[in-house]
């Protein structure tokens, strides 16, 4: 068998660089798969149509148990507080 025919998705946005027109399309065995040109992001869907990004190669390897880590913290981001309207 020679490669999966690739084709570009007209109007398609990568997700990772917003180019337009640049994402191509293929299947393997009835998953697709994306790729940019522009940026060479690429990624899959999975059974559940949801984007499984392809360089994430490692995730399999690493312990699923990182929900408390002390490095990450949450930032409170505050839109324009002049939109904040006084207090009655
Ligand atoms: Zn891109």
Known sequence: MSAPKKRFIAG???PACS?????????VDG???RECVACGYADTLNAQGQSVPGELGT???KPVTRAADPK????QFFPNP???KPAP
């Open 82 to 84: 002049k939109l904040k």
């Open 59 to 61: 995730r399999v390897n």
């Open 72 to 75: 990450v913290q949450t930032v």
């Open 19 to 27: 180019a337009m027109d640049r994402i191509m399309m293929w299947d």
């Open 12 to 14: 398609a946005v990568c």
């Open 31 to 33: 998953v697709p798969h």
